[in-house]
């Protein structure tokens, strides 16, 4: 497996959808590179992080966070449809 096809198969690493010779192909590949040992940490952080935003909906926004950045988010979520 190469670092290209270790980004490929992450989501489905991270959900358990894995073949089992997939898995085990994808796991050899984190014991030699430890560039994509960080890059699957930093995608559970950012699972992690992203989670807790919207853990608490009802939550105030403190007045240290940049406008600029607040409406860059909003501009990006996805639009939910009724």
């Known amino acids: 497996m190469t670092c290209r096809t270790f980004n490929e198969f992450l989501i489905d690493y991270r959900s358990d959808g894995l073949a089992p010779d997939e898995q085990a192909r994808f796991e050899a590949h984190l014991i030699r590179c430890s560039h994509c040992v960080a890059s ?9 992080l992203a989670e807790g935003a919207f853990s608490h909906p009802d939550e105030v926004m403190t007045e240290d966070i940049p406008h600029e950045l607040v409406q860059t988010i909003l501009t990006a979520r996805p639009r939910v449809r009724c």
């Open 40 to 48: 699957l940490r930093s995608y559970e952080e950012t699972i992690r």
